[in-house]
């Protein structure tokens, strides 16, 4: 595995050749229950699993994403920390915890990382689907957790304090503190279709509608 310059907020990932690479504080996506602002479409958050925990896994954390050729096989690669989805035609694992793993059986996408650490008593993990077409867009939120996107097609575009940062189809962001406002945004070409993988603290609301300045 090899590591890359790159922006500070962006962790690039190829597909089907895992690459790390270490952010800074990046981006974050989207509200839950299919809400958003209608650009050219409206930004549809399609949650596709989730599960609590008591206690997150030592060290820096990284999402490992990885298909398999049957959801049957991923569930039986699945760990404690892991969520097993179906989404664009695939069976995905997605694993939280120290760089460098693998599944048997699987293949790997990307690894995406590190995360923030966030303190709680009780933990969610959950991954998202995101989808528009170009010019949808969410109301401006946050998560009381960090957040990281893996884009499958499109652009993702992030406004946050800090500017604005894109994400192109077949790369992956990393690392935003709790709270932190922002508003997500299908800013490609074609339709977006984004992957979203959270760790947040379980006991508080999972989205706050937020204000940028």
């Not at 097993?84 to 599944?103: C, E, I, R």
């Not at 991954?127 to 960090?146: D, I, L, R």
């Not at 979203?196 to 603290?201: A, G, H, I, N, Y």
Request: net charge neutral; proline share 10%.
């Amino acid at each position: 595995m090899r590591r890359c310059s790159i922006p500070r907020w962006l962790v690039v990932v190829a597909l089907a050749v895992p690459t790390l690479c270490a952010p800074g504080a990046p981006a974050a996506l989207a509200q839950p229950g299919g809400t958003g602002v209608a650009g050219a479409g409206t930004l549809v958050i399609k949650p596709l699993a989730e599960t609590k925990v008591a206690e997150l896994p030592a060290g820096a954390l990284f999402w490992r994403v990885e298909t398999f050729a049957t959801l049957a096989a991923a569930e039986a690669a699945a760990g404690p920390t892991s969520l097993v989805a179906q989404a664009d035609g695939k069976a995905w694992l997605f694993t939280l915890g120290p760089a460098g793993g693998s599944s048997n059986g699987g293949t790997k996408m990307a690894e995406i990382g590190p995360l923030p650490r966030v303190a709680a008593s009780q933990y969610l993990l959950r991954v998202n689907e995101a989808s528009g077409p170009p010019g949808s867009v969410t109301p401006v939120h946050s998560h009381p957790g960090a957040e990281a996107t893996y884009v499958l097609a499109g652009e993702q575009s992030f406004r946050m304090p800090d500017g604005v940062h894109r994400v192109p189809a077949g790369h992956g962001a990393a690392g935003h503190a709790a709270d932190t406002p922002m508003q997500v945004s299908s800013s490609g070409t074609g339709d977006l279709r984004a992957l979203v993988l959270f760790v947040v603290d379980a006991t508080r609301p999972f989205s706050t509608p937020a204000k940028l300045p």
